[in-house]
């Protein structure tokens, strides 16, 4: 299977996604889902167990509930697909809730999905990162006591979510940038690792408040991604 680099869009969202399976496998279970909501948009990153066939299983699994639910407040998804999961390996998973209405995040991440915020280059304190609080668990086996944060964003700011199949050095290489499309090639490339599934996503916050009457009547359709 060849490296994969696609990207994508949503009313208020621009994203890259870099990934591939472990050398020796078709199928990831490393699996993504960008899902647009009315004033929002759902960014979801899921890892399940080790690879191959079972590990995508839990991870298409978790996707679907995410995809039905992308509405939801992000605690109430973690727990629905903790349900949805418990007849599978399981997996680990990092989501976010962009908020079209307020211009807020709010994430949590259960596992090993690093994630990361980067404000834009035109935002005040542009030199700000912040990185997503991860908590032990596996949705599907066992659950930390949730606890969601939020954020403030801004037009352009960069979003990047990593499953470990990416080194976690790739967090130096994040920066304000206003092409993501490269910096997404250059640091999947330089930090990906041999040894697992692999899938880093990156996101550009697009939202534009001339877009908030549009949001109503715009067509909305959830885009998962994997390797198969």
Known sequence: MKDLIISGSTPQLRYWVASRPIPGEWISGDQYLVAPFPHGVLVAVVDGLGHGS?????????????????G??????????HVALRKTRGAVMSLATLNGLDNTMSWLGI???EAMLVSSCKAP???????LMLRGGIVGDRLPPLMTASVPLY?????????????SAFIRDVRCVEHPYELIHQIFFRHVRGTDD??????KWTRDEAMQDDMQNTNLFPEVGNTH
């Open 54 to 70: 079972k590990a995508a299983a839990a991870a298409e699994a978790a996707v679907a509930v995410l995809a039905e639910h992308a």
């Open 111 to 113: 596992g090993n999905v």
């Open 125 to 131: 304190g542009s030199s700000r990162k912040v990185s």
């Open 155 to 167: 037009p352009d700011d960069l979003l990047f979510f990593a499953t470990d199949g990416i080194k």
């Open 72 to 81: 939801d407040p992000v605690e109430s998804l973690v727990q629905r697909c």
């Open 198 to 203: 692999a899938l880093l996503l990156g996101a």
